[in-house]
């Protein structure tokens, strides 16, 4: 089946430093690509879908110069935190879609000191 | 605005019971009605999905039953077992425009030993 790779699992940033989240589709290619992120016991809410060769497409709410989406090819989506503060502490989810189904990475959980 | 109201928040059972998670939609146009099961720490799975154009669907020990006229679809696991202690949510796909996946609120199931 489908596999989407996530890289980091886990990162721990300065506060005020940029990170960094890869999703990459392994075994297929994936012309669209999509970012959630989910709180403690909550639900994943989606941030932004990110269409290989140009501008990703940003939710409401989400700011698109902190949250910096890179599609440049088909197998490859990344996710970049600027700025990073204490609040953008958060479990981040990437999904690749292909034909209906949607294959989501395993997560990265991200924390700002 | 919540398209899909999931229920309940959380559900205790014992081993060897039926657990029964519901979600109410309210927009017609949706065709596609995915459950999806995470453990912690982990990116959400695809569990079981179905089509309006059937009323109950079967794979194994879990079953999601479809009403159409109701606006409901529910997710029946036959003799749960402690492995399935997850959080499971429905979700659904947008239409009109790019197509999305949205998540309802999830319910934590835990089946005690």
């Known amino acids: 089946g489908a596999v989407v790779s996530q890289h980091p699992s886990r990162v721990i940033c300065k506060s005020g430093t940029s990170v960094k989240i890869e999703c990459r589709s392994l075994d297929f290619q994936a012309t669209t690509m999509f970012w959630y992120r989910q709180f403690p016991k909550q639900s994943l809410m989606l941030m932004a879908t990110?269409?290989?060769?140009?501008?990703?497409?940003?939710e409401q709410g989400v700011e698109k110069d902190k949250f910096l989406i890179n599609h440049a090819s088909l197998t490859l989506s990344t996710l970049t935190v600027t700025s990073a503060h204490p609040e953008d502490s958060s479990f981040y989810i990437c999904?690749?879609?292909?034909?209906?189904?949607?294959?989501f990475g395993s997560g990265t959980r991200l924390t700002v000191v | 605005q919540q398209q899909v109201k999931q229920s309940p928040q959380s559900l205790i059972v014992q081993k060897g019971g039926i657990s029964i998670i519901n979600c109410a939609y309210e927009?017609?146009?949706?065709?596609?009605f995915p459950w999806y099961q995470q453990f912690p720490g982990k990116g959400p799975a695809l569990l079981i999905a179905?089509?309006?154009?059937?009323s109950e669907k079967k794979e194994g020990r879990f079953t999601i039953s479809f009403n159409k006229s109701a606006k409901q679809f529910s997710l029946h696991i036959m003799d749960s077992q402690p492995g399935d202690s997850a959080t499971y949510f429905c979700?659904?796909?947008?239409?009109?425009?790019?197509?999305?996946?949205?998540f309802g609120k999830g319910t934590k199931l835990t089946v005690n030993p």
């Open positions: 179905i089509r309006p154009d059937v």
């Open positions: 979700a659904f796909i947008t239409q009109g425009g790019s197509e999305k996946l949205v």
């Open positions: 999904s690749a879609r292909e034909g209906r189904g949607y294959t």
């Open positions: 927009n017609t146009a949706f065709d596609y």
């Open positions: 990110s269409n290989e060769g140009s501008k990703a497409t940003y």
